[in-house]
């Protein structure tokens, strides 16, 4: 009779514990879902990318064990075939990084020529919105896709700054930030807005300039600065093929791995260190 009251309660035990187990697993789905996947869904919807982030993961999760696989087929040292993965998991992050900068620049040299198109438009007789508008089908991408969103939100009833304030959110900029002020003023207060907005197109054409030449004049430092830092990783490459016997012994030793990681400290520092030296701001 004892043994049958202990089993009992360790199966109702197992039981609850089973209960409390897919509840909580269900609330971090559930939170996961809310969080995370919306947040990164909000994300690639501002690259106007509409595809659902669950397909992207699962293309990105079957590129990840098939890179497993072949790494392992390979037999590759277990150190390396670690470094590699978690390398190859922060893809997906490197490339939104990378794809959002770009479109950010895109729409900061475009800017410009929109303000001169708006204040001609302006200067004309034209509305805001007709300007707005115009600007939307005229200009390239990615101009012409913030502005047609703008666009399309004010036909929906949202009110002009807040449409300006969503466009600041996403594409954050000080010229944009400069711009969204004075189409505000224009609008609240009215006035002449054509000679403000050439003023200050002309300045934001003007740093664009100065941006462009001091990219060029630092062209060779920061050519050097990445051959300087990709120079020792070549070198490990061809001391692999060359010398692998003792390239081994190393990936596999204690000092080696500690050699490894200061090296790779040192090149992210003096990579860090040179491009902080060729960051040149123009205070305009």
Same mark, same amino acid.
């Given at each position: 009779?004892?043994?049958?009251?202990?089993?009992?309660?360790?199966? @109702?035990?197992?039981?609850?514990?089973?209960?409390?187990?897919?509840?909580?697993?269900?609330?971090?789905?559930?939170?996961?879902?809310?969080?995370?996947?919306?947040?990164?869904?909000?994300?690639?919807?501002?690259?106007?990318?509409?595809?659902?982030?669950?397909?992207?993961?699962?293309?990105?999760?079957?590129?990840?064990?098939?890179?497993?696989?072949? @790494?392992? @087929?390979? #037999?590759?040292?277990?150190?390396?075939?670690?470094?590699?993965?978690?390398?190859?998991?922060?893809?997906?992050?490197?490339?939104?990084?990378?794809?959002?900068?770009?479109?950010?620049?895109?729409?900061?040299?475009?800017?410009?020529?929109?303000?001169?198109?708006?204040?001609?438009?302006?200067?004309?007789?034209?509305?805001?919105?007709?300007?707005?508008?115009?600007?939307?089908?005229?200009?390239?991408?990615?101009?012409?896709?913030?502005?047609?969103?703008?666009?399309?939100?004010?036909?929906?009833?949202? #009110?002009?700054?807040?449409?300006?304030?969503?466009?600041?959110?996403?594409?954050?900029?000080?010229?944009?930030?400069?711009?969204?002020?004075?189409?505000?003023?224009?609008?609240?207060?009215?006035?002449?807005?054509?000679?403000?907005?050439?003023?200050?197109?002309?300045?934001?054409?003007?740093?664009?300039?100065?941006?462009?030449?001091?990219?060029?004049?630092?062209?060779?430092?920061?050519?050097?600065?990445?051959?300087?830092?990709?120079?020792?990783?070549?070198?490990?490459?061809?001391?692999?093929?060359?010398?692998?016997?003792?390239?081994?012994?190393?990936?596999?030793?204690?000092?080696?791995?500690?050699?490894?990681?200061?090296?790779?400290?040192?090149?992210?520092?003096?990579?860090?260190?040179?491009?902080?030296?060729?960051?040149?701001?123009?205070?305009?």
């Amino acid at each position: 009779m004892l043994i049958v009251l202990i089993a009992f309660f360790i199966g @109702l035990s197992s039981a609850a514990l089973a209960l409390l187990l897919q509840t909580g697993l269900r609330q971090i789905a559930e939170s996961y879902e809310k969080t995370y996947e919306n947040r990164m869904q909000q994300s690639l919807t501002e690259l106007f990318l509409f595809v659902p982030v669950r397909q992207l993961l699962t293309l990105w999760l079957f590129v990840w064990l098939v890179m497993l696989c072949t @790494l392992w @087929l390979l #037999s590759v040292a277990w150190g390396w075939l670690i470094s590699i993965m978690i390398a190859l998991s922060f893809g997906p992050w490197q490339l939104y990084q990378y794809l959002k900068k770009k479109r950010q620049k895109a729409f900061q040299k475009q800017l410009p020529d929109a303000l001169l198109l708006l204040a001609n438009i302006l200067r004309s007789g034209g509305s805001m919105q007709v300007g707005l508008q115009f600007i939307a089908r005229e200009m390239p991408i990615p101009l012409a896709q913030e502005m047609t969103l703008v666009t399309r939100q004010l036909r929906l009833g949202k #009110s002009f700054p807040d449409a300006l304030f969503d466009l600041q959110q996403r594409m954050p900029s000080i010229d944009l930030d400069r711009a969204v002020v004075a189409l505000r003023l224009g609008y609240e207060a009215g006035g002449q807005q054509a000679p403000l907005l050439e003023r200050l197109a002309a300045s934001m054409r003007k740093k664009l300039q100065l941006q462009q030449r001091i990219l060029s004049l630092s062209a060779q430092g920061r050519i050097q600065g990445r051959v300087m830092t990709a120079l020792p990783l070549l070198l490990c490459a061809v001391l692999w093929f060359m010398e692998q016997t003792i390239m081994e012994t190393l990936s596999t030793h204690h000092i080696g791995w500690f050699l490894a990681v200061t090296m790779i400290g040192m090149l992210l520092a003096g990579h860090w260190l040179i491009n902080r030296i060729l960051k040149i701001e123009v205070p305009l």
